[in-house]
């Protein structure tokens, strides 16, 4: 009878701050680092994820995963993976660390990363990749995972029952059609603040070169500077081409309004984080403001509760779900239903460390197990980082190739670790004497 002995969790920094990879209107100086976490069982099997933080808040979060060791440790491993969703019930349900959120900040993303790690370790049990351990599920063993209660003024267990029954015929269609064509993908690569024109023009021809059919530029810190490189984008991609804007949450309202509006010439797809993640009825002003310019928001919201009201608000077009921000991947189906709901297309936030690797898992059990569509659905993708993985994301022709190894694509090499472990691993050491 294995029992769960150890969760350890690493501090792993990447010091991205020196080449401005990552760098936006709010945050202009991020190391991309990963708070790691390696669930370990008494039989030597092991379960992996992390949460992606920008330097120093893995100090915090990785004392907040630590504080969920006593819902683990000595337990039967057969029976926490019988039921996963108790397990993951039981730790939002921790009166005393509820408190911190409830359902938010810092703890909610621990509790999301040991949810992560337990799905990790039943998927090398049972040898497939998340996306199709999810997608082989049926429809009461999904919904099983998730939890109603905020909802169901919004979204009823039965009303999610029939939105993945409804899916069900056609499975194995679409997943014929994942490994053959992969799943659509855009890019944030040639978009960062700190880059000079001349690189910005050349990372915008090799996208379309690689084969993406949408790109997304970060604005928001000096408007006459968006609007050139803005124009820079729009005069190489030609018209048409969907070009993605990303304000970070730096504006108010008014502003917004004001920073869109001048932008609206070079025809923006949508405008990401145009403000705060928590005020939703901005958002919903934004939006009724700006149309038909559409507004996405998510990487930065809390639980399956804001994003219940961000669709009940009619204060979004694109939901972006986050690996790592919720509490792990019940929540993320929570949300992935209430989208299917309200019929919101869903483009996953990604970038970062691990984040490619691991959203792509959700998006694509949304596709083959919940909506059943690819309309209007990308992954954002930027090439960084991706070499630390055991399995780093495949894309052909702009499209993301679905995961064949076990598990849920947080993986990390070992040489990685030891090298970016923070403050003592050889990088570091050679960048703080």
């Not at 099997?45 to 990785?62: C, K, P």
């Not at 909610?108 to 990790?120: H, P, R, S, T």
């Not at 729009?234 to 804007?245: T, Y």
Request: charged share 25%; hydrophobic share 40%.
């Amino acid at each position: 009878m294995p029992t769960f002995t150890t969760l350890d969790v690493t501090d792993v920094r990447f010091p991205t701050s020196t080449s401005l990879a990552g760098s936006d209107a709010m945050n202009k100086d991020p190391d991309y680092s990963a708070a790691y976490l390696e669930v370990r069982t008494s039989d030597g099997e092991s379960g992996v994820s992390l949460v992606f933080t920008i330097g120093r808040g893995n100090d915090v979060q990785a004392t907040a995963i630590r504080a969920l060791s006593h819902h683990l440790l000595g337990r039967d491993v057969d029976d926490v993976l019988e039921d996963l969703g108790a397990a993951g019930a039981a730790m939002t349900a921790d009166s005393q660390l509820r408190w911190l959120g409830p359902e938010k900040g810092v703890m909610q993303m621990a509790i999301g990363a040991v949810v992560n790690a337990l799905w990790d370790l039943r998927c090398e049990r049972e040898g497939k990749p998340l996306w199709r351990l999810l997608a082989d599920l049926s429809p009461r063993e999904l919904v099983g995972l998730v939890d109603f209660r905020y909802l169901e003024d919004a979204l009823t267990r039965e009303e999610a029952l029939e939105i993945l029954e409804r899916a069900v015929p056609g499975r194995q269609e679409r997943i014929a059609e994942l490994e053959a064509q992969g799943f659509p993908a855009y890019t944030t690569t040639p978009g960062w603040l700190g880059y000079d024109d001349q690189k910005l023009e050349r990372l915008l021809r090799e996208a379309v070169d690689g084969g993406f059919e949408m790109v997304k530029l970060k604005v928001g810190a000096d408007l006459e500077d968006d609007i050139r490189r803005f124009s820079i984008a729009r005069e190489v991609l030609g018209e048409g081409f969907p070009i993605a804007a990303d304000a970070n949450q730096r504006w108010g309202v008014d502003e917004a309004e004001h920073w869109m509006n001048a932008l609206r010439p070079q025809d923006p797809y949508w405008i990401e984080e145009p403000t705060s993640p928590d005020d939703i009825l901005a958002h919903a002003e934004i939006r009724r403001r700006i149309a038909p310019i559409r507004v996405a928001t998510g990487e930065h919201v809390h639980n399956r509760v804001m994003f219940k009201q961000l669709l009940q608000a009619g204060a979004v077009d694109i939901v972006q779900i986050d690996a790592t921000r919720v509490g792990g991947v019940h929540e993320n189906l929570a949300i992935l239903l209430l989208a299917a709901k309200f019929g919101v297309p869903v483009c996953p936030h990604a970038g970062g460390v691990g984040l490619c690797e691991m959203v792509q898992h959700l998006s694509m059990v949304d596709f083959v197990a919940i909506s059943g569509s690819l309309e209007d659905r990308r992954i954002e993708h930027v090439d960084h980082l991706h070499e630390h993985f055991v399995e780093p994301v495949r894309l052909e022709r702009g499209r993301y190739l679905p995961p064949e190894k076990p598990g849920i694509g947080a993986r990390m090499h070992a040489g990685s670790i030891a090298d970016h472990r923070f403050p003592d691993g050889p990088v570091w050491k050679e960048l703080v004497p």
